[in-house]
Structures are given as C-alpha cells and as structure tokens.
C-alpha cells in the first residue's frame, strides 16, 4: 500500500475491492446453481387437472362403477390423490358430455375422446 494515501482513500479501495469481489462470488454462485440446482429451490408442485367445484367421475379401482362427484382437493403424492365432497378416490376424470356415459359402469376411461 502507498502510505501517501489518507485513511479514507484506503476504506474506498476496501470498499471497491470488496464490491469487485462479491459480484464475482455472486456470478459464481449463479453458474453453480445452473449446474446443480440450490437447496432453497422448491420443487415444482404438479398442477391439479381440475378446480375445486369442478363437476367429476370418481372411482377408486377399475372394476368398480364410476360415480359422480364434485372435486374438492388434489395431493399428487397421496395414494389416494383426489378428495371430491370430503372422500378420497383413486381415480377421477372430468364430468362432461363425453364422459356422461361412463356413469354407473365400471368401462375403462378414454382420454383422447375427450379432447
């Protein structure tokens, strides 16, 4: 250090370094976290197919018959992900035009004819 300087030039040569120095700690960080992924992150949570109050076919195995039910909660990680009217169901599709029929048979639900 030259000894020329005054006591305040020396703190902002401190203060500038120290800026110099956490802005590359922090373009690091950033890099890092690219490769392998922060702690802090959450997990992205699996977004529910219905809204509550949708109108739903529940049924919990495929030789039961599908009953009609009004959709409540959904928990992706429950072996029972789906709460309709305070019951927990196994299975659950939309109620619509296309899916009316399957009410009260156990017939197998098709997605894509319900597009």
């Known amino acids: 250090m030259n000894q020329n300087k005054s006591l305040s030039e020396i703190f902002d040569d401190l203060r500038l370094a120290a800026s110099e120095f956490m802005s590359k700690v922090d373009a690091l960080k950033e890099q890092c976290e690219a ?12 977004e529910s197919p219905f809204r509550s109050g949708d109108r ?20 992706p990680y429950s072996n029972i992900p789906y709460t309709c009217e305070g019951d927990g169901w196994r299975q659950c599709i939309p109620y619509n035009e296309r899916t009316w029929p399957l009410l009260g048979t156990t017939e197998a639900y098709n997605q894509q004819t319900d597009n």
């Open 56 to 75: 739903v076919l529940v049924r919990d195995d495929n030789d039961e018959e599908w009953r009609y039910s009004i959709f409540d909660d959904y928990n």
């Open 35 to 46: 490769i392998v992924p922060s702690e802090k992150r959450e997990p992205e949570e699996p």
